[in-house]
């Protein structure tokens, strides 16, 4: 959110209106129509981090890659723009304690303007066809209450005023060859609808050391946990009964919380909505997500010029959801549900890089960069569902005691892996003067043998024309205008695994008296499925003023997709 506004081209939003929900990230629009379009998050050489769990007080520095130039190092991984956040280091001499903490309010402001018990029943007592059939019409207007004009504010039926509370507490140091970072958050904010609310626990450890003179070690590690209490908040009306916040625009005020027998109040029968109260009280949403992030790297140093690094980063995410609907909601269908969702994510991603990194005749600077990465991803889930119990009292905690028609079990296993090769040159004369040249290989088991490798090249020009004698000696207050021209390709497996295999289904099919298994075809092979490739060009200008006061941004660029991967019914 703190970059909000601040990276030509990046978009954030929050889609989404639950406390916790992570925001939406779009860098120079939308690649792909069923892929994931986020950009690649790398927090501290951690990728795919989710930063639901670092606390904004750590950040150092952020870097955005935008450029197809820029981005191509990291193949399919970066297809939709990079986003690098380097977190504070350790400082070399005393080991320095520091915390803070702030805690903020919430209160709604700018309610909806509504009418009130009366001004609607004077409408539907003067205008009967503005509301639904007449003998609901005067079911509600018998409802009215002359003593209580103003009737149910349904908009404070279901809001409140809230806290949010944020600590953080960082403990770090170091000498000349070892620096350390321990920091611990803890965030706590409640939602502005009743029942909802999050809180999330982080502990982050960054070391780094220096071995000898060639040999530099180190290692980083993010521990997170949250919790999410949802409910509806973005559905309208229909099956599901509506959201909260629709609801109380919606819901009659001359209706009470309760009816006369100690039930929720509900609309004439024509309404699919649900009771603002009972859609907050009687559904729980409660999402549990726990996270181990961990990369170790070293680098060594062959020569003065030539470099080896080699990292190796491990990532553990587990996810519990407990949903439970209440026999009053209209999406329960009179007789309550409950399901109970679990999943764990692993996977490891190695990288070995060789650089060449040589000045030669003062002029001229060259950086050779050669590597090879490898990655796996595993995705393990198991989910349980039934409903129509003969209590409601243990929700979830029971599943068993659903009737046996409801009762669903599931599990599942979701791999895939790839390895990539790449390569990189630049090549800076006389600090003017700018080229990149970059290549990079990527193979995924998501495709077929026929086209299991994309293959996506990128060049870059850059000219600082701040360094040129007549802008150098001549106009002081520049320093820094720089030209750059870039074109590159990069690519994106944009279907999820197996997509380019026959798939089969289980099925029951009767014949004669008697119903048989079979297995059924749901799709086809398709060993032709090929990488989803944006090409895109780039023409940019970066002006500083007044020592860096100033700073102007300009681009132009054209991005270009093709062959997209879309999944269709045949007939």
Known sequence: QALQGKVAGMIISNEKAQPGSSPVIRIRGDNSISGNNSPLVIVDDIFDFDLNILNPSEIESVEVLKDASAKAIYGSRGSNGVLIITT????????????????????????????????????????????PSYSEIQDLLFLYDPDNPEGTDWQDVIFRNTLMQNYNLNISGGNNKTSFVISASHSQQEGIIKNTGYNMQSLRIKLHHRVSEKLAAGVNVYLGKTNQDNTRIDELSGAT????????????????????????????????????????????????????????????????????????????????????????????????????????????????????????????????????????????????????????????????????????????????????????????????????????????????????????????????????????????????????????????????????????????????????????????????LKWETTDESNIGLDLSLFKSRINLTADFYIKKTKDLLYSKNLP
């Open 88 to 131: 504070k280091s350790g400082k070399s001499g005393k080991t320095r304690i520091d915390f803070n903490s702030y805690a903020s309010f919430t209160k709604i402001t700018g309610k909806v303007d509504l009418m009130n018990a009366e001004e609607q029943y004077t409408l539907l007592s003067t205008y009967p066809e503005t509301g």
């Open 241 to 528: 009964g509506g959201s909260a916040t629709y609801a109380a625009n919606q819901f009659s005020p001359i209706l009470t919380v309760y009816d006369s027998e100690g039930n929720y109040s509900a609309m004439p029968a024509s309404s699919t909505l649900d009771n603002p109260l009972a859609i907050i009280t009687e559904r729980e949403d409660e999402l549990n997500t726990s996270s181990l992030n961990t990369t170790l790297y070293a680098e060594y140093k062959i020569f003065d010029s030539l470099k080896l690094r080699s990292s190796l980063n491990k990532t553990g995410n587990s996810s519990w959801r407990n949903r439970w609907v209440g026999k009053d909601l209209i999406e329960a269908f009179g007789i309550g549900k409950s399901d109970i969702n679990s999943g764990y994510s692993d996977s490891w991603l190695s990288e070995n890089t060789l650089t060449l990194d040589k000045i030669f005749m003062k002029k001229h600077h060259l950086t050779v960069m050669g590597g090879v990465t490898g990655s796996k991803y595993a995705y393990r889930s198991v989910n349980a569902a039934s409903s129509d119990y003969p209590t409601e009292a243990l929700k979830y905690y029971a599943l068993e005691l659903g009737s046996p028609e409801s009762q669903s079990v599931n599990s599942g296993l979701t791999e895939n892996t790839m390895l990539s090769y790449m390569g990189r040159i630049n090549y800076i004369f006389d600090n003017k003067y700018l080229l990149t040249v970059n290549f990079r290989a990527d193979g995924s088991s998501k495709f077929a043998k026929n086209n299991k490798w994309g293959y996506f090249p990128s060049a870059a020009f850059g000219w600082r024309i701040s360094e040129e004698p007549f802008i150098k000696n001549q106009i002081p207050a520049i320093n820094n205008l720089k030209f750059r021209l870039s074109y590159g390709s990069t690519g994106s497996q944009a279907i999820s695994s197996y997509q380019s295999l026959a798939n089969y289904n289980n099925a029951i099919i009767p014949l004669g008296e008697s119903f048989y298994n079979a297995v059924t075809s749901s799709r086809i092979a398709n060993p032709d």
